[in-house]
């Protein structure tokens, strides 16, 4: 999937890149989600994407810290990947 988005000259409305921890705080993550989903589903997509560790002009492969296994509640015991699943709707069925 990367190598097809890395194929357009632009982001668009489904998938977008981060650079590093640009975007990293759990309600900007979801609002990004929310917006990338809403995106992919008026352009037809199933899905839409976040790719961290790329360059948005040059499409370089910077890499990236960014953990999503981080805990990100105050009190450390959430990691974000679940933290994600419980506020997002509608839920990932595995």
């Known amino acids: 999937m990367l190598k097809r988005c890395l194929s357009y000259e ?15 705080k759990p309600d900007e993550i979801g609002a990004y989600i929310s917006a990338l989903s809403n995106g992919a589903a008026m352009s037809g997509e199933p899905y839409g994407y976040m790719f961290w560790g790329v360059h948005d002009k040059t499409h370089e492969l910077t ?6 296994q981080k805990d990100v509640a105050e009190d450390k015991s959430e990691p974000f990947q679940h933290y994600l699943n419980r506020n997002l709707a509608p839920k990932e069925l595995s």
């Not at 890499?63 to 999503?68: E, I, L």
């Open 63 to 68: 890499g990236t810290t960014f953990n999503y």
């Open 10 to 24: 632009d982001e668009t409305e489904w998938f977008e890149y981060k650079q590093g921890t640009a975007v990293s």
